[in-house]
């Protein structure tokens, strides 16, 4: 278990996992009628796939920590991806729907897009293969002039 492991893709993703959840706990709408909604009053098949993106993204954060072999973590990361770029067509969804009637849009469905975006980039980095060339550069010695 090493904090070394860890790169820069996986840090995006877990920071992307804690925005999208922390979106369903701060004001999401406000309206005449309903008043105040969270993320949670707002429930739907929107927040579900964000949740279910933001669980990819503790997975392959928690996958890279833990593991010792790279197969854990690159499925992981794999599995991440596709479910980032759900969740940041969920999130736009969450942005432009008006539930119950709301007439305002607070900080939730906007921290959850900005969540959804960087587990979909720390996700897409994290596969980023970043190996050295096995083989050095070419540098062709130059023809002689004739």
């Known amino acids: 278990m090493s904090i070394r492991t860890v ?5 995006l993703a877990f920071a992307g996992a804690v925005c999208a959840i922390v979106s369903l706990f701060v004001a999401a ?5 309903a008043g105040t909604l969270d993320g949670w009053d707002t429930f739907g098949p929107a927040a579900a ?6 669980g990819a993204a503790l997975w392959l954060f928690l996958a890279t920590l833990t593991e ?5 973590p690159v499925a992981a990361a794999v599995w991440c991806l596709p479910l980032g770029l759900i ?3 969920a999130a736009l969804v ?14 939730g469905p906007w921290l959850a897009l900005a969540g959804a ?8 980095q ?4 970043e190996r050295r060339s096995v083989y050095p550069p070419a540098s062709p010695s130059p023809r002689p002039r004739p």
């Not at 790169?7 to 840090?11: A, D, K, M």
């Not at 709408?29 to 009628?33: D, I, K, S």
């Not at 969450?94 to 900080?107: F, G, N, S």
Request: aromatic share 4%.
């Open 68 to 72: 010792r072999g790279t197969a854990l």
């Open 94 to 107: 969450r942005l432009l729907e008006r539930p119950d009637h709301a007439t305002r849009v607070c900080a």
């Open 29 to 33: 709408y406000e309206g005449p009628a």
């Open 126 to 129: 994290s596969i980023r293969d």
């Open 87 to 89: 969740a940041v067509v």
């Open 49 to 54: 796939l964000l949740l279910a993106a933001a």
């Open 117 to 124: 975006l960087a587990i979909l980039i720390g996700s897409w």
């Open 7 to 11: 790169r820069s893709g996986e840090l």
